[in-house]
């Protein structure tokens, strides 16, 4: 059946993309809270610069995955994968734009006096780190229970993010000097929420795709 191995073929080369853009994500994230911690603005430029080559990553999957669905019209686990490939391309590419909001966040940390954060930074950005990677290792292993547990973690994010206003309004009053410095944390907490949710999203979409019952909300 020669139609059958072509997109076999397809797919497999759609999913080695895919993983390809997810380590590139995964390394720029990784790379983006490094430049917080260091207070480095070579990594922080490196982070802003490798956005345009996943931005193009993500424009080339998503062309691959219309070209499988107008040519060979994918069925069963098939059009699937398609559907989850096209929902996983566009939560890493909203996971690099928040990558290159923590950069710029680390931009200016990095051209101000040392500032204690009011909360666990390094708690908060280690879960959210493990959360992402997880997402990620759950589309390469198929691992539903793994993909399970990331949405599991999502209320500790959610939970230290409201901590982190708590403390942040406090800050704001107790030091007005400091003002502008709490607003960048309070972003940089966000900025972490919102890729914790991202990753959920994408833990989401593959407990879809291994059982094909929709798991959000």
Avoid: W
């Avoid at 990331?150 to 942040?168: K, S």
């Amino acid at each position: 059946m020669p139609g059958s191995t072509i997109i076999v073929k397809e797919i497999d080369k759609l999913k080695q993309k895919l993983l390809l853009l997810g380590g590139k994500v995964e390394e720029n994230f990784n790379r983006a809270v490094r430049a917080v911690e260091e207070r480095d603005m070579a990594l922080d430029e490196k982070v802003i610069n490798t956005d345009d080559v996943i931005d193009q990553m993500e424009v080339e999957i998503e062309e691959e995955c219309l070209k499988i669905l107008a040519l060979h019209q994918p069925v069963a686990r098939d059009l699937r994968f398609i559907v989850t490939a096209l929902k996983v391309n566009n939560d890493l590419e909203r996971i690099d734009d928040h990558s290159v909001s923590i950069a710029k966040h680390a931009l200016f940390f990095a051209n101000k006096p040392a500032f204690q954060f009011p909360f666990d930074f390094l708690a908060m950005s280690k879960v959210t780190r493990k959360m992402l990677k997880m997402s990620l290792d759950s589309l390469v292993e198929m691992d539903q229970s793994k993909a399970i547990s990331v949405g599991a973690m999502d209320d500790t994010v959610d939970d230290m993010n409201r901590a982190m206003y708590d403390a942040c309004e406090k800050g704001m009053v107790k030091s007005p000097e400091k003002i502008s410095m709490y607003v960048h944390a309070m972003g940089l907490s966000r900025t972490f929420e919102r890729i914790a949710d991202l990753s959920t999203n994408i833990a989401e979409d593959v407990i879809y795709l291994i059982s094909g019952q929709i798991a959000r909300h």
